[in-house]
Each structure stands twice: as C-alpha cells, then as structure tokens.
C-alpha cells in the first residue's frame, strides 16, 4: 500500500518554465511533509519542508503548497535551470507519533531542457 | 555538516551469499536508517536505530539483519541473499527533521 503518491512519474520542461511536482497521501496523522532532491550516483538531500500548519512554504525558486483537506501538496519550481534536473521525493511523517520515520513517494524525475 | 560514508559502494554476490552493508555517521545522530531504493518504489525503510544496541523494524524487513555497534555504526546483513535484494541501498542518520543520506552500495545479486 503506497501511502504517498507523487505525479506524474516523469515531467520535461523548458528552461525558465515553472515545473509543478504532485504529491498526495491518506495517513490524516502526517504533520511534516519534505522534499528530497537527489541527482545521478547521489544520495537524496532535503530541498525545502513543510509542517502541516502552513498551507504554503517558500525558499527561493522552490515553493511548496499544501492543502489539508485534500491531503495533497505540490512542489513548484519557477525559472526551471537544466541544474535542476533531478528526481524529487515528497515524504511525509508523523512527528511525535510513530514519527520516527519518513514515508517516502516513488518519485517525479524532472528534466530541464536548456 | 553531516557526514554519512557507505561500504563497499558496489557489491556483487552469488544467491546464499552473505552480505555486510557498512554506514557510518560522524555527527553522533541518534537516530540511523537502512534504505533500499528500486525504480517504482521510491525509498523503502528496511530497518532503522535510536542508538547503540537498538533496532526497529522497518517497512520491508524480511530478508534483512541490522545492527547498530555504536553511535557511528550502523550495519546492513543479508544472510542469504536472493536476487530479489538487488538494489541501491542508503544509509541515512538524523538530525531534528533532516535525514542525512550517504552515497548508496549498489548490490547485485546473480
């Protein structure tokens, strides 16, 4: 059972378009929702997060935004750069409950064409 | 900053084989994970630790041994391996909300 589900599977964009990365998820216990970013031959690394008490997140190009109601975020990443190339997981946990562990998506794999 | 290493980076075994996976943090996080990471499953939990001599049992445990020597080490054992353990595998360690992943042991199994 997939409890945080991620689309599309794959997504190109030009240079300077803005990628949006889907994200959804069942368990109404998850309160802390990051993404990971990981590139070819790496481990994945935290990119940007968001606790469930904020329905948006912004660092930089990247923004999260999160509705609760719906169990669903999405990542948006303006001014794509083919340096963000990369695969991007949403994972999600319950901080404080069994929140010692992430629940991880299958991951979007975005390709930046220049 | 964190600091996860892996060994070997690349490892190759027959079926029945016995496998060590190696990880070690250096930035005395209590807690540490074994990953396993195949395309269309994302990052699956094998096992994870809050600390020397602890284990939980993780998402996808079958098959796999874990154990955590120290606060640093943290080790994956795969007693008989089966080819449906081929993968990519992490370690990761944890500070407050942030997992620190090191850079994976890619494991064949023939």
């Known amino acids: 059972q997939q409890q945080v589900r991620q689309s599309p599977q794959s997504l190109t964009v030009w240079e300077g378009e803005t990628a949006i990365l889907n994200c959804s998820y069942e368990?109404?216990?998850?309160?802390?929702f990051p993404w990971y970013q990981q590139f070819p031959g790496e481990g994945p690394a935290l990119l940007i997060s968001?606790?469930?008490?904020?329905d948006k997140k912004e660092d930089g190009r990247f923004t999260i935004f999160f509705n609760k109601r719906e169990k669903k975020l999405s990542l948006h990443i303006t001014d794509s750069q083919p340096g963000d190339s990369a695969t991007y997981f949403c994972a999600a946990s319950a901080w404080g409950g069994s929140g010692n562990k992430l629940i991880f998506g299958t991951g979007t794999l975005l390709s930046v064409k220049p | 900053e964190a600091a996860v290493t892996q060994s070997p980076r690349n490892k190759v075994t027959v079926t029945g084989g016995n496998v060590t996976l190696s990880c070690r943090q250096t930035?005395?996080?209590?807690?540490m994970y074994w990953y396993r990471q195949d395309t269309g499953h994302g990052l699956r939990l094998i096992h994870y630790?809050?600390?020397?001599?602890?284990?939980q049992i993780g998402d996808v445990p079958d098959g796999y041994k874990a154990t955590r020597t120290t606060q640093e080490d943290f080790f994956l054992l795969l007693e008989l391996a089966s080819p449906s353990q081929t993968s990519l595998y992490f370690c990761?360690?944890?500070?407050?909300?942030?997992?620190?992943f090191g850079p994976g042991t890619r494991l064949t199994v023939l």
């Open positions: 930035n005395s996080h209590n807690y």
């Open positions: 968001i606790s469930s008490v904020s």
């Open positions: 630790s809050y600390g020397a001599g602890n284990l």
């Open positions: 368990d109404s216990t998850f309160n802390y």
């Open positions: 990761a360690s944890r500070d407050r909300d942030e997992q620190y």
